[in-house]
């Protein structure tokens, strides 16, 4: 093998080392888990760190070092418009930043709903029930949040406000709440002419009522024990309205939870953690001053 091709094999095993989670968890499966979304073998790849037919629930958590531990910890909930997961630069890439900047950070693979929508919510449920009562780790966590992009900002904001119980769930877990949520473009409402409606269709199905969609609905669920919340999206995003953010952030003023909100000028849906969404520097600020100034 000849001497370049050899570096860049050990300087590509570096990397991957480098940028690999401490820990990695499985919560349950179709089998385990109170509900199942029906789906059968391995996860799906569909290019670019993307995954679908998920039907295990996995925590990968990257850790804080104690030295620059801020006591808090985040659980991720990728979007991809809950036909599939954006594991890269709605979860991973996330993840390795903010354990560097002192955040122990879970990236979490959740079982697609597949039209039954407790799902999704039982595995964040369940993710933020591990991290509280069941992790142990190099830094003592403080303060547990709940993060989520897109669709998995719905599945944020559903488990922020506590849709699980809102629908019946009367278990300990569905009644769990985090300390704050932080939602980048979250898909929230089911307004037919407001919603993104792929995502409530693979959630709920094609043929659900308006009923069943309000009952899945944050902005509409949230009451005065939801968690004080940061949201960031761009103004010209085509694909999910501005106003699903809007609505959620004007609800929970009304109930009197601390919101935020921060409108970028442009860059569209879905830019994650890409170095090319011009405002990264920006909404990475904000974020952090966010977290600082509710730091318990």
């Not at 401490?22 to 109170?34: F, G, H, Q, V």
């Not at 560097?100 to 369940?126: F, H, S």
């Not at 488990?159 to 980048?184: E, I, M, Q, Y």
């Not at 509409?220 to 995003?237: E, F, H, R, Y």
Request: include cysteine.
């Amino acid at each position: 093998m000849k001497l370049n091709a050899l570096l860049a094999i050990v300087a590509s095993l570096f990397i991957m080392n480098s940028q690999a989670q401490d820990l990695t968890i499985k919560l349950w499966d179709n089998a385990t888990a109170p509900h199942s979304n029906r789906l059968t073998g391995e996860d799906k790849d569909e290019g670019q760190e993307r995954i679908s037919n998920t039907n295990v629930a996995e925590l990968y958590i990257y850790e804080a070092e104690p030295a620059k531990a801020t006591g808090q910890a985040v659980v991720i909930c990728p979007g991809g418009g809950y036909r599939l997961l954006a594991m890269g630069h709605e979860g991973h890439q996330y993840a390795k930043w903010m354990a560097e900047n002192g955040i122990t950070t879970a990236v979490l693979k959740y079982r697609l709903p597949n039209n039954t929508p407790q799902v999704p919510m039982e595995d964040a449920a369940e993710a933020l029930r591990y991290m509280k009562e069941e992790y142990r780790g190099k830094a003592a966590i403080k303060q547990l949040g709940i993060m989520g992009f897109s669709a998995g900002g719905h599945l944020a904001a559903s488990t922020a406000v506590g849709s699980l119980k809102a629908n019946g769930d009367t278990s300990a877990r569905a009644a769990l709440r985090p300390d704050f949520a932080v939602l980048f473009y979250p898909v929230i409402t089911g307004h037919p002419l407001q919603t993104h409606k792929g995502s409530y269709d693979y959630l709920l199905g094609k043929e659900r009522t308006q009923e069943l969609t309000d009952r899945w609905s944050p902005e509409l669920v949230a009451g005065k024990d939801a968690p004080q919340t940061l949201l960031i999206l761009s103004s010209d995003d085509a694909t999910v309205p501005p106003i699903n953010s809007t609505k959620f952030y004007n609800a929970l003023r009304e109930l009197g939870i601390p919101a935020s909100i921060n409108i970028l000028p442009s860059g569209g849906h879905g830019w994650g953690f890409r170095d090319s969404f011009k405002y990264k520097a920006i909404w990475q600020e904000t974020m952090l001053e966010w977290l600082a100034s509710i730091k318990k």
